[in-house]
């Protein structure tokens, strides 16, 4: 690292260090650590891979201050739920915004809390999947975050309803670095929305990481939600999970705006029979810039994998989508799909799309595929040759091309978003 | 009688090369017209031109249709006042069910005709008349447009979806080609059952063979970008026989 580098890390860091009562401070065993992390690791630049479309300056070589938790959250895309609602603000948990139905075999709580009345689950768990040692900003949510969800499910619960969880991030020059930790035991079921909002106008980061541990047998379904409505909003989402066997996950992310959106999606399945769903969505406009990077590491034999990314973009709009799928030695028989389709709608607009697999054992079927490519002119003709305008006749293909993606969203309610009809 | 379509010293071009060099025809209402000719004489270009396909610049000429200046209007307007195209080559759109798009379209075509929209009920019912015109098997009328039908399919579907919409004309481009004699004896039936004394066709194609089942009242050669010769529907079967030499031959007098 060169000297400027280093002095801009610790410039950036130290105005998170002054924070007080970080869950760090319960944690002993990962201290050590996380601060040889954050002193080695570099700043993400134009040759580090998994960075390259991505440019961090603007969110180094700015201030942040750490939110408030009694900021004001604005509206939510979700007004009617009638169903289990937890609100984060700036990544603190708050009780009283939230909306909790107990049900039994849920333990649901702040991370605050969790960590002193349920420390040896925390312990066990936090940080035990995440790339701290690999990533400088999940050292950075590590090593700073306050707050967050504990969620977790006891053996065969099944939840009646699906929970709704909400973050908002407001006040300027706010970072905001929550930490969730959902974990479902044996046969458990959770279906989720994950919303994330940028509220207002004002410049903000967020750097937010979930770990998910899906037990055996157990079903996780997660529909995630992204509308970071300012310009200057930076924000980092990163989910890291582990399937123990005969288990599902299942993860949608809708980006219907964000200026600048990195998210790292990681599954680790480490038990046989497993089925793993990634499906990804955004439609980018003016000069919104999104990055899907997943990564999907099948360890063991007889697993499904099935990944699916599809987006438009307009304007002077910029994607990048990279999908890592790792099968192993030992995972005979793995099936894995992985596709990303893209349409750029002007010269201006750009994707970059990289599969990656690398595949060590010898029986398995596996497939990838990344399309890239201009609007179907003559699709539209055809349209507007039967009596639909332009406007509706491009709407309906726009529509068409990401309706394979949006069909497999599990939520009516996030289906809705985009104009759907249930 | 007021004619329905009349084109007049058209003139159109595509990528810089002058494909129709002063085209004149016109169709009365209940009329069917073949256009024959030979390969690159301009016969699908009339009919992209037509119908308002943009990659086509019209540089002279005009067309009248219906009263209305129909090269002033985009493709989805021409399909609203009621001209229809029967695509040489139906696009597949995969996503976009047959069903849905029709509904699309006769919706805004029945808005600007400022008629009431069909209920639903109305509108399956139609979908089940006019499919079963073209024996167009129900499961493809609900699949993505086109996708994954056979050539004969494809066809049938064009012809389908005009029957549900209803054109004052259809221009059919090369509807026969590749068609084998059953499913050209479908595509001509349902054209057939069309055919009244208010709408027009314009048949384009290669092969007197089409015009076996769908007799025209006139035929006319295209030959570079001009209409050079016109006749009554025998003219087809001397084209048949003499091939277009015959023609060329006549052209060079």
Known sequence: MTPVQDHKKAAFLEQFSKDEEVLLASLPHLQASVKDALEELEIPHRRTESWKYTRVNKIINKEWKTGSSNAPSSNSLFPNWEGSRVVLVNGFFREDLSTLKPEDGLVLTSMKDASKQHGEVLGQHCASLSGQKEELFEAHNLAFAKDGLFLHLNKNAALKGSILLENHVSGQRTSAQNRNLIILEQGAQLNMIVAHYGDQEDPIFSNDLSEVFVGENAQFTCDLVQSYQGEEQFAINTIWANQAKNSRFTLSTSTLQGNWVRNNVNVRVSGENCETNLYGTYQLRNKQHVDNHTMIDHKVPHCESNEHYKGILYDQSTGVFNGKVFVREDAQKTNAFQQNGNIVMSDNASMNSKPELEIYADDVKCSHGSTTGQFDEEAVFYLMARGISEQNARELLVKAFVGEVLEKIHHPEVKALFGEEE | ?253
């Open chain 2, 1 to 253: 009688m007021k004619p329905l379509l009349s084109i007049n010293n058209l003139q159109a071009e595509v990528e810089g090369h002058e494909i129709l060099k002063g085209l004149n025809l016109t169709i009365n209402p209940g009329e069917v017209h073949a256009i024959m000719g030979p390969n690159g004489s301009g016969k699908s270009t009339l009919a992209s031109v037509l119908a308002g396909n943009e990659d086509y610049d019209v540089t002279g000429g005009s067309v009248d249709f219906d009263g209305i200046d129909l090269l002033d209007i985009d493709a989805s307007e021409r399909a609203k006042e009621g001209l229809f195209l029967a695509f040489q080559y139906p696009v597949e759109i995969p996503g976009v069910s047959n069903i849905n798009f029709l509904r699309a379209a006769l919706k805004e075509i029945h808005e600007h005709k400022e008629i009431d929209p069909l209920t639903a009920k109305e509108f399956l019912a139609k979908v089940k008349e006019k499919s079963a015109l073209v024996e167009l098997d129900g499961k493809l009328t609900n699949r993505s447009v086109n996708e994954g039908f056979s050539g004969g399919e494809k066809k049938r579907n064009e012809i389908f979806q005009m029957a549900m919409l209803e054109p004052k004309m259809a221009i059919l481009d090369e509807t026969d080609s590749g068609l084998d004699i059953d499913a050209l004896r479908i595509v001509a039936q349902g054209v057939n059952a069309m055919r009244s004394p208010e709408r027009s066709f314009l048949l384009i194609t290669h092969y007197q063979r089409l015009l076996d089942y769908i007799v025209p009242d006139f035929v006319h050669v295209l030959y570079k970008g001009q209409i050079v010769k016109s006749g009554p529907k025998e003219l087809a079967l001397e084209l048949e026989e003499k091939g277009y030499d015959w023609i060329k031959e006549e052209m060079a007098l």
